[in-house]
């Protein structure tokens, strides 16, 4: 995101700009580096989105919501097995 903005003003277009850092990382398209730049604007407040901070957040609840479920499945199918146990001892 910085060296776009060092260098914005010796283009004609902010596309240029990420063009010319593209090629000096080696950066297979200049996409990528689009997404950075603005992944990298949501991330300082400058541009409306979900942060990097919020995403990996949302993914690490999202993985323990399912493990939640499935550990909740389980106990489910155990309670199950034992209440039809009719002669089991006391």
Do not use: C, Y
Request: aromatic fraction near 6%; proline fraction near 2%.
């Amino acid at each position: 995101m910085r060296m776009v903005a060092e260098v914005r003003d010796q283009h004609e277009s902010e596309w240029a700009a990420i063009g010319a850092v593209a090629e000096l990382l080696g950066v297979g398209t200049s996409e990528t580096v689009r997404k950075w730049v603005r992944q990298g604007q949501v991330n300082v407040g400058a541009r409306a989105g979900v942060t990097t901070e919020e995403s990996a957040e949302l993914k690490r609840l999202r993985w323990e919501n399912e493990e939640l479920k499935r550990a909740n499945a389980i106990l489910k199918s155990a309670s199950i097995f034992f209440a039809a146990e009719p002669d089991r001892p006391q």
